[in-house]
């Protein structure tokens, strides 16, 4: 019974309340734990921390005790390692994983800006909105959205779920495009960077 009291005083000196994102408290789903952590982080490796505690729980309170959320977290942090954001992450206890984040430059490498950064994205580059683009290139965003939410573990993800996950989408693959480009050369380069990423998410789903 002492153990816990301990760690929780060990861990603030480690991470401290201001590195530290405790999805336990609030119960969420797990397409909200998703979102909320995907921001979380990368909020984080725009304020240069190093190492961050995500706590998700065991999943004691879910349907069947099964760790709905804790996985939907585990997943995430193994796609973000693919996109610059975190470096390696390891389960500090059965209900919480401690995350080394990559430094910023290794995310902007990797084409993965957020919104929280877009102001590092040029106008010309990154479309503020999906409005201007062809409804061929919408769709394909939304394959690659849901696609991704899906290995996410994320089940039935609502329609402003994924409008938001096709922005992001959206603005890390613009962010990849060389500058200067006309409209219609920017849609082609998108086009083709979601055409790659969609490969990619269909070599991870097999």
């Known amino acids: 019974m002492t153990r816990r009291p301990l760690q929780h005083a060990l861990d603030e000196i480690r991470f401290g309340p201001t590195r530290t994102l405790n999805l336990r408290s609030s119960l969420p789903s797990a397409a909200d ?10 909020t984080k490796q725009i304020e240069g921390a190093r190492e961050v505690l995500v706590i998700t729980g065991r999943g004691n ?8 959320v804790r996985e939907a977290v585990r997943r995430l942090l193994h796609m973000l390692s693919t ?16 995350v080394r984040l990559a430094p910023l430059a290794a995310a902007r490498s990797a084409g993965s800006v957020n919104s929280v ?3 590092d994205v040029s106008a010309a580059t990154a479309p503020p909105t999906l409005d201007g683009l062809s409804d ?17 573990g994320v089940r039935d993800p609502s329609p402003q779920f994924i409008h938001d996950e096709m922005v992001r989408q959206c603005s890390e693959l613009a962010a990849t495009l060389p500058p200067g480009l006309s409209a219609a050369e920017q849609e082609q380069g998108l086009r ?3 055409e790659r990423a969609l490969h ?4 991870e789903m097999r």
Do not use: M
């Not at 734990?33 to 990368?42: E, H, N």
């Not at 309170?61 to 709905?68: E, I, K, L, M, N």
């Not at 996109?83 to 401690?98: M, N």
């Open 33 to 42: 734990a998703v979102k909320r952590t995907d921001g979380w982080l990368r």
């Open 61 to 68: 309170q879910s349907y069947a005790r099964v760790p709905v």
């Open 83 to 98: 996109r610059g954001v975190v470096l390696d992450h390891s389960e500090h206890s059965p209900g919480a994983f401690a």
């Open 117 to 119: 950064a877009s102001h």
């Open 136 to 152: 061929a290139t919408r769709e394909q965003l939304r394959l690659l959205a849901t696609g991704t939410l899906q290995i996410l």
């Open 192 to 194: 083709s960077a979601i």
């Open 200 to 203: 990619r998410l269909d070599d």
